[in-house]
C-alpha cells in the first residue's frame, strides 16, 4: 500500500550512545570489547564489581520527534520547529531569515529572506505539487521551484491566513535527493520587513482522499493517550501518514511499543525497517479497533537483522475509519541491560598527549617495535582502537582536550587563535575543587600565547630553540608529583604536551650519522628539519626535492625519538610508583595529530585534510587500581571523552562537558556503529558513523563513502544511499549547531612575542 508516496526525507534521530551521556544508557555487545587477561590477578575495583546497576540503553522516538519525519500524504516542512533544521541546503551555520512565531495555537516561520530552500527526498518516481499554509504580509506571491525548475507560484493576500498550492508537475521527479526553493516576490527594507509568515510547506502527490489535508505537525502528532484507562505518550496519526527515524542498530536492538486506535471504526498499524539499497521490511501488521473496545497491542519486534546498519524505523498508519487516529504508545529502541559505570576515584590525574604518533608507529597496533613501555600500557592498561582526533589543528586539539568541547564551541578554528579566556578548563575547574594543577609543554602550539597557560599551579614550556629535550614535559611531571606539596587531599592533575616525533629532535652527531640510508647527503639533520620541510612546503617544486633519502632519514629520526618518549614514559611511572600514587593514579597516553607521512611527500604540515589516517590516534588508560587491564575496546572515542573521564576519576562534577566516561564506554561496550564522531577543520567536515564516512565542505554537496568497502574512500555512494547521507549531515549539523544554539565566545586572536616566533619557526610553522 502506497500509503505515504513512498516518500521519505528522513533526519537522523540522537543516536543511542549519544542518548547514554545525558543519562541513557547502551548496552555491551558480544563483540564489543577483546578482554585480554591481565598477567596478574586483580581485585574489581569500583563499577566492575559484581553488584553495579544495570541499565538498558534506550532511543526514545517520541523525545525525539523533531529529529524523526512524519508523513501524511506528502512530505511536509514544519516551519519555526527544530523539524526543518539542517535541512537548508548542505549549510552548517544557523539559517537567516526564518524565524519562529506563535501564531493561531501553531508555531511558524516569519521569512524575512528573499529565498528559502528545503531538501527531501524522493523514494520512487513521483508527480508532485507544493501547497502552503501562508499569511501575506509584504509579498502577495512566492515562486516555487524543484532543483532550479520551476513548478508554480503561490498566490497569498495580505495579512490573511490562506493554503495555497501549485499545479502538479508535468513530469514525474526521480527518485533521490531534490531540492524545493520558495522565492518571494516584493520588496523588504533591509531585509527587516517580513515577506511572509509561513506554518508549512508541503511537497504532496495526486491523491483520491476527498478529505482537507491536515499537516502532521509536532504539536499534531505527538499526545498523550489512555485507551482502556492505559495511559501512553502516544504518537497520533491519521492515514495514511507515517513516523519515520533513522539510527545506528545496536546489538541485541528490540522496536518495543504499544499500538492502538483512538476513535471511532477500524485502522491498521504497521512497523517497517528502511535500508539503503534493500527493499522495505515489514515488521509487523496489527489490526485495529477503536471505540469502546479499544486497547493497547503492545509489540515487542527484534531487530537483529539490522544491527551495524543506519537503518529508519518507520511506524505507519496505514488505513483508519474517517475521523480515527492509529496511535503509537512510547515507541522505544532498547539495547541490551548494560552496568551503569563510572571511572574509579584517582588521587593523580597525568595526561601526556605526544605530537603526531600515528597508532601503526606504536603497540599493540605494532607489536614488534622496541618499545617496551607503550607494550605494558598496552598490557597493563585499556586501549581503546577507534580514538578519532576533533581536528588535525593541534591548537583545536588540546582546546578540545582542556575544555572538554569541539571546536565549534572553543572557537579555536585556526592556527593564530587563542584559547578563549572565557571558557573553563580542566586546570580551572580542577582548582577550584582544591586539585593541585600543572602543565608542561614543549610544542609551540600549546604556548601561553595561545591561551594555555591559563588556570595551572604550575605552567612550564620548553621551547624547541632551547636545548630542552623533547620529552622534558614528561619527565617534569615525574619530578613534579614526586614533591610532597604537590599531593593535596585531593588529588593532583598534571598535562604534558610533548614532542612526539616531530622535530626537532634530541640526537648527537655520531648517532645521527648511523641512521639509514648510509652516506646520506640530503639537507635534513636533527635541529633544522622542521624548518627545511617548511621551505619545501612553500615552494612549488617541493615533492621533487623530497627524495627516498630523506625520508629513510626522517624515518629514523622519528623511530629514535620515540624510543626516547618510550623511555620517559617508564621513569613517569616509576616516579608515580615511588610517590606511592601509582595505584591510584588514572594515566592516559596519547597523540593529538597524524604526521601524514604517508601519502603525503611532506609530514608535519599545518592543517592536513582530515582523513580518517590523519584523524586516528592511539588512546591507552591506565586505570586506577589497573581495572580493564589488557582490555581492546572498540567503542568510538574522542578527546572530549578524556576531560570528562579526567574529572569523574578526581570526584568533580563534569557540568556543562559533552564527551563521556571512557570507563563507562568500555564498561558499556558501545560499538562504532552506535556513536558518530565529527571532525572539523575551517569549512571542512568528515563525519564517521560505524563504516560510514561523510566528508564535505560548507554549502557544498558532502561525498559518502563505506570504509569496510572502501578505505581510501575513491567512491562517492552517496547518490545511491541517500538515507544515510541524509542522516549522517543531519547529525554533523546538529553537532555543530550546539556551537551558536548556546553563548559560545568569539574567536580571540594570539598575539605573537618573539620568544613564541622564534619557536615556531624552529618548528617548521
Not at 523533531?66 to 535541512?87: I, N, S
Not at 531540492?179 to 506554518?199: M, N, Q, W
Not at 608529583?481 to 598535562?495: C, F, I, M, S, Y
Not at 595505584?583 to 597523540?591: A, H, K, Q, Y
Amino acid at each position: 500500500m502506497d500509503y505515504v508516496g513512498r516518500v521519505v526525507r528522513v533526519a537522523p534521530a540522537v543516536v543511542v550512545a549519544l542518548a547514554l551521556a545525558s543519562g541513557v544508557g547502551c548496552s555491551r555487545g558480544d563483540d564489543s570489547r577483546e578482554q585480554v587477561r591481565p598477567p596478574e590477578k586483580r581485585t574489581p575495583v569500583g563499577p566492575t564489581a559484581p553488584h553495579a546497576r544495570k541499565v538498558p540503553r534506550v532511543f526514545d522516538v517520541v523525545g525525539n520527534l523533531e529529529r524523526c519525519d512524519a508523513r501524511h500524504r506528502g512530505v511536509l516542512f514544519d516551519l519555526g520547529t527544530p523539524a526543518v533544521e539542517g535541512l537548508s541546503g548542505y549549510r552548517l551555520a544557523p539559517v537567516s531569515g526564518v524565524a519562529s512565531v506563535e501564531r493561531d495555537g501553531a508555531t511558524w516561520g516569519r521569512i524575512t529572506a528573499r529565498e528559502i530552500s528545503y531538501r527531501f527526498l524522493l523514494d520512487d518516481p513521483q508527480s508532485i505539487f507544493v501547497s502552503a499554509r501562508i499569511r501575506g504580509l509584504s509579498s502577495r506571491s512566492a515562486t516555487v521551484t524543484i532543483d532550479g525548475k520551476t513548478l508554480g507560484t503561490l498566490a497569498f493576500s495580505k495579512n490573511q491566513t490562506r493554503t495555497v498550492s501549485t499545479p502538479l508537475s508535468s513530469a514525474a521527479l526521480p527518485a533521490g535527493p531534490h531540492t524545493l526553493a520558495v522565492r518571494f516576490s516584493g520588496s523588504s527594507r533591509d531585509g527587516v520587513d517580513p515577506f511572509a509568515e509561513v506554518d508549512w510547506l508541503r511537497v504532496g502527490f495526486p491523491d483520491d482522499d476527498p478529505t482537507s489535508f491536515a499537516a502532521p505537525t509536532l504539536r499534531d502528532v505527538a499526545q498523550n493517550v489512555a485507551l482502556s484507562s492505559v495511559p501512553h505518550r502516544g504518537l497520533a496519526m491519521r492515514a495514511p501518514g507515517a513516523i519515520r527515524c533513522t539510527l545506528g542498530i545496536p546489538e541485541g536492538a528490540h522496536a518495543k511499543l504499544a499500538v492502538g486506535l483512538q476513535g471511532a471504526g477500524e485502522g491498521e498499524a504497521e512497523v517497517r525497517m528502511l535500508v539503503d539499497g534493500r527493499a522495505p521490511t515489514v515488521l509487523k501488521t496489527v489490526r485495529l479497533i477503536g471505540g469502546d473496545r479499544a486497547a493497547w497491542t503492545d509489540l515487542d519486534l527484534p531487530l537483529s537483522a539490522f544491527v551495524g546498519q543506519l537503518a529508519t524505523i518507520e511506524l505507519a498508519a496505514t488505513g483508519s475509519t474517517r475521523g480515527a487516529r492509529v496511535v503509537f504508545g512510547d515507541p522505544l529502541i532498547v539495547g541490551a541491560e548494560m552496568p551503569d559505570a563510572t571511572t574509579p576515584p584517582a588521587k593523580a590525574v597525568v595526561i601526556v598527549v605526544l605530537t603526531a604518533v600515528d597508532p601503526w608507529r606504536v603497540p599493540p597496533w605494532s607489536p614488534d617495535r622496541p618499545l617496551p613501555t607503550f607494550a605494558t600500557l598496552a598490557r597493563e592498561g585499556a586501549v581503546f582502537e577507534n580514538h578519532r582526533s576533533p581536528s588535525t589543528l593541534v591548537s583545536s586539539v588540546m582546546a578540545s582536550l582542556l575544555t572538554g568541547l569541539p571546536p565549534s564551541q572553543h572557537a579555536v578554528v585556526d592556527a593564530y587563535a587563542r584559547l578563549p579566556a572565557s571558557l573553563p578548563t580542566l586546570a580551572t575547574v580542577a582548582r577550584e575543587a582544591s586539585v593541585r594543577t600543572a602543565m608542561f609543554t614543549s610544542n609551540p602550539a600549546t604556548f601561553e600565547a595561545f591561551g594555555f597557560a591559563r588556570g595551572w599551579d604550575r605552567y612550564t614550556m620548553h621551547s624547541p630553540v632551547s636545548p630542552a629535550l623533547g620529552t622534558a614535559p614528561i619527565d617534569e611531571i615525574g619530578a613534579w608529583v614526586a614533591e610532597k606539596d604537590q599531593r593535596p587531599e585531593k588529588g593532583v592533575l598534571a598535562v604534558a604536551h610533548a614532542r612526539g616525533i616531530h622535530p626537532p629532535y634530541d640526537m648527537p652527531p655520531g648517532e645521527f650519522a648511523q641512521l639509514p640510508p648510509q652516506d646520506y647527503n640530503g639537507t635534513l639533520d636533527p635541529r633544522r628539519a622542521g624548518q627545511v620541510l617548511e621551505k619545501m612546503r612553500q615552494k612549488k617544486r617541493a615533492p621533487a626535492k623530497w627524495t627516498d633519502g630523506d625520508r629513510l632519514r626522517l624515518a629514523g629520526m622519528m623511530d629514535a625519538a620515540l624510543v626516547q618518549t618510550d623511555r620517559s614514559l617508564s621513569n613517569l611511572i616509576d616516579a608515580l610508583r615511588k610517590a606511592g600514587l601509582w595505584n591510584d593514579t588514572l594515566l592516559i597516553v596519547t597523540s593529538d595529530v597524524g604526521s601524514a607521512v604517508d601519502p603525503a611527500p611532506l609530514p608535519f604540515a599545518e592543517n592536513l585534510d582530515i582523513t580518517e589516517d590523519t584523524l586516528a590516534m592511539p588512546l591507552y588508560v591506565r586505570f586506577p587500581g589497573g581495572a580493564l587491564a589488557g582490555a581492546r575496546i572498540k567503542a568510538p572515542t574522542s578527546l572530549v571523552d578524556v576531560a570528562r573521564t579526567a574529572l569523574a576519576a578526581l570526584g568533580i562534577d563534569q557540568g556543562g562537558l559533552g564527551g563521556v566516561d571512557l570507563f563507562a564506554l568500555a564498561e558499556r561496550g558501545i560499538a562504532p556503529m552506535e556513536r558518530p564522531l565529527v571532525a572539523t577543520l575551517g569549512d571542512r567536515y568528515a563525519t564517521r558513523w560505524g563504516n560510514y564516512r561523510l566528508v564535505g565542505r560548507e554549502g557544498a554537496t558532502p561525498t559518502l563513502c563505506l570504509l569496510d568497502a572502501d578505505p581510501r574512500c575513491e567512491k562517492d555512494v552517496a547518490p545511491l544511499m541517500p538515507l544515510s547521507t541524509f542522516a549522517l549531515f543531519r547529525h554533523t549539523w546538529d553537532h555543530e549547531a550546539a556551537g551558536w544554539k548556546q553563548p559560545r565566545p568569539r574567536r580571540d586572536p594570539a598575539t605573537i612575542d618573539p620568544e613564541t616566533a622564534a619557536a615556531m619557526a624552529v618548528w617548521g610553522r
